[in-house]
């Protein structure tokens, strides 16, 4: 069986997961105890608080350790541990991929497995990863390098029907988060859709909700709560977007290109 990790399993990681699926690999996810995804209705990372988790006809499980994620993988399913732990040791993968997308290495080094790549801004190739790949949308979307790093980060979320910032809520300060509306609800601009430490969150701007954070998480000032689409269209939300799709062909680029240059 070929194993691979991925340590993430937000939006973007969840479409790399499927297509290392495709690629013929069983995957083993990692995440955070407490996920804080956006994205929520298309990231493995739910089955954390829900146990199983399904997005695009592939099942997600949490796993209890690693001898209960490999057998989970070899039935096919996408086990999820929470936290790694001493996964990577003992399930010792033939890939690993970096898919928590911090705009900056949170500590994988490139001797952890035979292949290693990174996602985004923080990665060097050659470095600390045989390979990176570029999250920045625009024309270098996916592209694959073998030496130096991707684009650095601007901190501007991806551009929707025309709104970036526009159509981002953000914690003003520190507190509890709580949402009043579900992922693909059909919102107005003004309208009350959340509370963070008390205060009162509006949306930015009209369209579906196409992510918003899990209620009773902690959260920071600043950080990513709600996003909108402001294209309105309520099935959005429920698919892999096609920026995940396009850095998870990165990944597949990755792998072909370093297995073409393995002696």
């Given at each position: 069986?070929?194993?691979?990790?991925?340590?993430?399993?937000?939006?973007?990681?969840?479409?790399?997961?499927?297509?290392?699926?495709?690629?013929?690999?069983?995957?083993?996810?990692?995440?955070?105890?407490?996920?804080?995804c956006l994205r929520r209705a298309v990231s493995f990372a739910e089955a954390v608080y829900?146990?199983?988790?399904?997005?695009?006809?592939?099942?997600?499980?949490?796993?209890?350790?690693?001898?209960?994620?490999?057998?989970?993988?070899?039935?096919?399913?996408?086990?999820?541990?929470?936290?790694?732990?001493?996964?990577?040791?003992?399930?010792?993968?033939?890939?690993?991929?970096?898919a928590r997308m911090a705009k900056r290495n949170l500590g994988t080094r490139i001797e952890?497995?035979?292949?290693?790549?990174?996602?985004?801004?923080?990665?060097?190739?050659?470095?600390?990863?045989?390979?990176?790949?570029?999250?920045?949308?625009?024309?270098?979307?996916?592209?694959?390098?073998?030496?130096?790093?991707?684009?650095?980060?601007?901190?501007?979320?991806?551009?929707?029907?025309?709104?970036?910032?526009?159509?981002?809520?953000?914690?003003?300060?520190?507190?509890?988060?709580?949402?009043?509306?579900?992922?693909?609800?059909?919102?107005?601009?003004?309208?009350?859709?959340?509370?963070?430490?008390?205060?009162?969150?509006?949306?930015?701007?009209?369209?579906?909700?196409?992510?918003?954070?899990?209620?009773?998480?902690?959260?920071?000032?600043?950080?990513?709560?709600?996003?909108?689409?402001?294209?309105?269209?309520?099935?959005?939300?429920?698919?892999?977007?096609?920026?995940?799709?396009?850095?998870?062909?990165?990944?597949?680029?990755?792998?072909?290109?370093?297995?073409?240059?393995?002696?």
């Amino acid at each position: 069986m070929k194993l691979a990790l991925v340590r993430g399993a937000g939006d973007v990681a969840t479409g790399v997961a499927l297509r290392l699926r495709r690629e013929g690999y069983a995957v083993v996810c990692t995440e955070l105890p407490r996920p804080t995804c956006l994205r929520r209705a298309v990231s493995f990372a739910e089955a954390v608080y829900e146990g199983t988790w399904q997005v695009e006809g592939v099942e997600a499980h949490l796993a209890r350790g690693p001898e209960e994620a490999l057998r989970l993988a070899e039935r096919g399913k996408v086990p999820v541990l929470a936290p790694e732990g001493d996964a990577l040791a003992q399930l010792r993968p033939r890939v690993l991929v970096d898919a928590r997308m911090a705009k900056r290495n949170l500590g994988t080094r490139i001797e952890e497995a035979p292949v290693v790549i990174g996602l985004g801004p923080g990665f060097v190739a050659g470095v600390d990863c045989h390979a990176a790949v570029e999250t920045l949308d625009g024309p270098d979307l996916g592209r694959v390098y073998l030496s130096g790093s991707p684009i650095p980060p601007t901190h501007e979320p991806c551009g929707i029907g025309g709104l970036s910032q526009g159509r981002v809520v953000r914690a003003p300060c520190p507190g509890v988060f709580y949402g009043f509306g579900h992922i693909g609800k059909l919102v107005e601009v003004g309208q009350l859709i959340a509370r963070c430490g008390g205060e009162p969150l509006f949306a930015p701007c009209s369209g579906v909700v196409r992510g918003i954070l899990r209620p009773g998480i902690e959260a920071r000032p600043g950080m990513k709560v709600v996003e909108i689409d402001p294209t309105g269209d309520p099935e959005i939300p429920f698919r892999v977007a096609a920026r995940a799709w396009r850095i998870a062909s990165g990944v597949a680029s990755a792998l072909e290109l370093l297995t073409s240059h393995s002696p």
